[in-house]
């Protein structure tokens, strides 16, 4: 649970600071510009990792992955959507596992602990997909791949799915979501969220609070 409760002190920094403000306990890594103006800033902490993103200097949301990428929390709404790993649940995916072999399936239990689900249980399955290509962004290579999340809310079977280009660093140090297809309990969207820049400690743009692209619309 210390990893969750940093999640959420995450979701009360400041909206209005221009820069964002690291909790105790964890190390700023690299800022993510996307586009739609979504800034997203990586956070070291232990042996989680904690991923926040800013749309036009608000917080939207927040994840947090075991060591290997697994999922293991999310907030959005100002922390009134609030899912968490099941206590004692395995991981669902691996990034390394889709290194080496180029997917990793899998499914977790989740527990919606705010909003008008608070108490259900939630399927997640997970599949990691990377093909060979490798591209760099920043002066870092990547795989490009695909992540699919489908949750299933155990009680009455409603579904969201999301289907999610990525970008996962050779070195599994980084995982990136980029632009998606979102079927949200019967509504459909997508996401304009192709990672543009990574701005490294020390550059200008890192831990910004707002993309330096798509935020002229």
């Not at 596992?97 to 259900?120: H, P, Q, Y």
């Not at 979501?177 to 979102?182: L, N, Q, Y």
């Not at 459909?188 to 200008?204: C, F, M, N, V, Y």
């Amino acid at each position: 649970m210390k990893h969750f409760a940093v999640l959420l002190a995450l979701v009360a920094f400041p909206l209005s600071a221009e820069t964002v403000t690291p909790p105790e306990g964890c190390e700023p890594t690299a800022t993510v510009h996307r586009d739609s103006c979504i800034a997203t800033t990586y956070f070291s902490c232990g042996d989680a990792t904690q991923v926040v993103s800013y749309a036009r200097g608000k917080v939207t949301d927040t994840h947090t992955f075991g060591p290997d990428w697994d999922l293991l929390g999310y907030v959005a709404d100002n922390g009134r959507s609030t899912v968490s790993a099941k206590a004692g649940s395995k991981p669902e995916a691996s990034l390394q596992a889709a290194l080496e072999t180029g997917e990793s399936i899998g499914a977790r239990d989740m527990e919606m602990t705010t909003g008008v689900l608070k108490g259900n249980l939630i399927e997640m399955q997970s599949k990691l997909l990377l093909g060979t290509e490798s591209v760099t962004l920043s002066g870092k290579s990547f795989r490009t791949g695909t992540l699919e999340r489908k949750f299933t809310v155990k009680k009455n079977g409603v579904t969201s799915d999301y289907s999610f280009d990525i970008l996962a660093a050779e070195d599994g140090s980084m995982l990136i979501e980029g632009a998606a297809e979102v079927d949200q309990f019967g509504r459909k969207s997508e996401l304009e969220w192709t990672p543009r820049r990574i701005a490294w400690p020390g550059e200008d743009g890192f831990m910004k609070m707002q993309s330096e692209f798509g935020c002229d619309g």
